[in-house]
T-cell receptor, first 113, second 116 residues
């Protein structure tokens, strides 16, 4: 089973910030949070990742709560091209590990014109 | 850079036929994965490999076999295809960091498989 839970779908008005939540209440101290998105039927695309500090790149910002049990992906100015399924996953940061990466069903984000 | 290449892109099989899907990556990645995606569903892990010569089962391994004889290639085999295996198959790869700080997944463009 996936170690994360996300809302099934969300709407956001074009030009507004899209805030996508993710719960990972059983996350371990050495697990990173990664976000990916899948546009239409293409292969998923990496967005951002973090361990415990907030992160920002050219695509998005990632806010991780202090207890690390949840996070929020922020798309600051959503456009129609951001309509996609967004996946939140956790990944162990350990040299020796069983690297079974499980995706959930993700959140289907609709950007409304 | 080619990245992750999947072949074929489309395939139609009859029940009971066999086939092999090829995933090739040119990024010298250690980790490789096979996922399937059914309509309206998320990605489900079939098999994965943490290095050349090693494979492991994912969430839904039944009916599939894999091999990683070369580091750059990860093959997914269907010995006797069934209609339930109609799906879109995605391959992914990732490098292996010593402290795993930046192990983003790179995905192929997918293979649409229909089993009649």
């Amino acid at each position: 089973d996936a170690k994360t839970t996300q809302p099934t779908s969300m709407d956001c008005a074009e030009g507004r910030a899209a805030n996508l939540p993710c719960n990972h209440s059983t996350i371990s101290g050495n697990e990173y949070v990664y976000w990916y998105r899948q546009i239409h039927s293409q292969g998923p695309q990496y967005i951002i990742h973090g361990l415990k500090n907030n992160e920002t790149n050219e695509m998005a910002s990632l806010i991780i709560t202090e207890d690390r049990k949840s996070s929020t992906l922020i798309l600051p100015h959503a456009t129609l091209r951001d309509t996609a399924v967004y996946y939140c996953i956790v990944r162990v940061a350990s040299w020796w590990r069983d690297d079974k990466i499980i995706f959930g069903k993700g959140t289907r984000l609709h950007i409304l014109p | 850079n080619a990245g992750v290449t999947q072949t074929p892109k489309f395939r139609v099989l009859k029940t009971g036929q066999s086939m092999t899907l090829l995933c090739a990556q040119d990024m010298n990645h250690e980790y490789m994965y096979w996922y399937r995606q059914d309509p309206g569903m998320g990605l489900r892990l079939i098999h994965y490999s943490v290095g050349e010569g090693t494979t492991a089962k994912g969430e839904v391994p039944d009916g599939y076999n894999v091999s990683r004889l070369k580091k750059q290639n990860f093959l997914l085999g269907l010995e006797s295809a069934a209609p339930s295996q109609t799906s879109v198959y995605f391959c992914a790869s990732s490098r292996r960091d010593r402290d795993a700080t930046n192990e983003k997944l790179f995905f192929g463009s997918g293979t649409q498989l229909s089993v009649l």
